[in-house]
């Protein structure tokens, strides 16, 4: 349980506020974001804003995941996994009126015990920012307040080392995972 105690009881840098369906977790993002996807006539500071709400604009997902390069896939089967998900947890940038989806992630569950993670992203203008590890603290935290003890995903091998420094462990106790395609 050690692990967890790290995550979860010791006060945490970026301070949660708690609004529904939306969580503060940081007053101003990070300098480094691309100025031309923000308008300039606002002069308000960016937020960071994290939601459960699962009525995300399919349109500005595949957007988000086109900025990283993953292949297109049917917005019909997007909408289904994300209607049958156990989590959907989106990222936002948020300035005055106007907001910016830069982060997705979500988890599917057998509702007792065990929840795997998929389709974690973030934009690349926000990456090396610490905002992909909020974005995972905040669906573990969501796991673990639905009482989720096992959570696995699954990575490609350029972002292994970003999980490991989160907790996470290549086959741990040497349990190998199998995997079924159809011929």
Wanted: net charge neutral; with cysteine; glycine share 6%.
């Amino acid at each position: 349980m050690g692990f967890w105690k790290t995550w979860f009881s010791t006060p945490e840098s970026v301070a949660t506020t708690r609004t529904n369906p939306f969580e503060e977790h940081t007053a101003q993002t990070a300098g480094n974001s691309n100025p031309s996807s923000i308008s300039e006539a606002s002069s308000k500071e960016a937020r960071i804003v994290f939601s459960t709400e699962r009525d995300i604009d399919l349109y500005e997902l595949e957007e988000l995941c086109d900025a990283v390069g993953w292949s297109r896939r049917p917005l019909r089967k997007v909408k289904k996994a994300i209607e049958h998900s156990f989590l959907v947890a989106s990222m936002w940038q948020v300035r005055g009126n106007q907001k910016r989806l830069i982060g997705f992630a979500r988890a599917t569950s057998d509702h007792a015990f065990n929840a795997t993670i998929w389709d974690v992203v973030v934009h690349p203008d926000f990456q090396s920012q610490g905002l992909g590890k909020a974005l995972m603290k905040y669906v573990l935290k969501k796991l673990r307040s639905e009482e989720i003890s096992n959570v696995t995903l699954f990575a490609d091998p350029h972002v292994v080392d970003f999980y490991r420094t989160m907790g996470f462990m290549a086959d741990p106790e040497g349990i190998k995972g199998m995997f079924w395609y159809p011929h």
